[in-house]
Each structure stands twice: as structure tokens, then as C-alpha cells.
């Protein structure tokens, strides 16, 4: 049995079967659109929080005395690797899109990128980077993190060599 469907194929009969094959890919295609939307929105609210989070606790770091110096320095290093990562989390949206069109203008079968150190890579290069982005993205959050308990860890010993000594109680004589 044949019918057309304009909007599906560029050409106008196709069997059946190949119709319910072509309803099943375009499922497929915008069950992963749906995903990469939401790992970009994912990345961006990771960083966008945890800037608030440091902003937010700044305020307090930066109206005490000069001991929280070190704390505040990872804070704000804390902050600008968030903002790398919102950067970063907005061009994986960006190649995104660039690694749909690619896949579109294609019919959905493009050329592959190559080699890479010695790597085959079967997918075209700016669906590579897509990805490179999005890991980088998310090594911007892990460095932010670690930024913050550099500081707070080297707060800590600061306080505890400049602590001052302990009173000792004098020893009382005994009758």
C-alpha cells in the first residue's frame, strides 16, 4: 500500500513502513533536542546558583576583619569560574543547535569529522566540540568548588597559628 506525505519525505509516495520509520526517527530526534535543552539549562542553573550562593556569602566574608582574606579570594576565583562555566554551558547550546542543523542539512546522515589523535570520529567535528563544551562546563563547576575550599581550608589554618596560646590554669598546692 503507498500514500503521500508531503511534509515528511522529499519525495511524495512512500510505503507504509516507511512512514512509521520516519514517525519513529523524528521521535527519537526530539526526545534527544529535549535532552540537550535540558542539560543546557541543567549547566547554566548549576553556575547561576552556585554565583548566588558565593555572592550571597561573600557579603558576610568581606565585613569581617582581615582573617577571612583567604576565603574571599577563593570566593571570588569561585565566582569567575562560574561565569566560564555559564559562557561555557552557552555555546554547547549554540554548537547544539549548529550539530542539529548539520544532521538537518544532511539528511540525516553527515559526513564524519576524521581522525583525531589517532581516534575515528563518526560524527561531524561541531558535535565533538558541542560536547568538549559541555565538559568543560562542568570542570568550570568542579574548580569553583575547589577554589572555595582552597580558600576556606587555608582560613582555617591561618586562625589556627594565630590563635592565642591557651591560659593554663595555675597549679594550686595541695595540703
Known amino acids: 500500500m503507498r500514500f503521500s506525505i508531503h511534509l515528511l519525505c522529499p519525495s511524495p509516495t512512500i510505503t507504509k513502513q516507511d512512514a512509521v520509520y520516519i514517525a ?6 526530539e526526545i534527544r533536542a529535549e535532552i540537550d535543552a535540558q542539560i ?12 548566588i550562593a558565593l555572592l550571597t556569602f561573600l557579603q558576610f566574608v568581606l565585613g569581617e576583619k582581615s ?18 562555566g555559564i ?10 543547535r549548529k550539530c542539529s542543523l548539520v544532521y538537518e542539512q544532511n539528511k540525516m546522515t553527515p559526513p564524519p569529522c576524521g581522525n583525531f589523535l589517532g581516534f575515528k570520529l563518526t560524527e561531524p ?9 559541555m565538559y568543560l562546563s562542568l570542570i ?10 582552597c580558600g576556606g581550608r587555608e582560613t582555617l589554618e591561618q586562625k589556627r597559628f594565630t590563635a592565642p596560646p591557651v591560659k593554663q590554669m595555675p597549679k594550686s598546692k595541695s595540703p
Open 140 to 149: 568550570a563547576f568542579v574548580v569553583a568548588g575547589f577554589s572555595v575550599f
Open 24 to 29: 519513529g526517527m523524528a521521535s527519537g530526534l
Open 87 to 96: 559562557i561555557f554551558a552557552i555555546i554547547y547550546s549554540w554548537l547544539t
Open 40 to 51: 543546557a539549562k541543567a549547566l547554566i542553573l548549576i553556575h547561576g546558583g552556585g554565583s
Open 67 to 84: 582573617e577571612y582574606d583567604a576565603l574571599a579570594y577563593g570566593i571570588l576565583w569561585g565566582l569567575v569560574c562560574y561565569q566560564i
Open 125 to 133: 567535528c561541531v558535535c565533538h566540540a558541542r560536547i568538549l563544551f
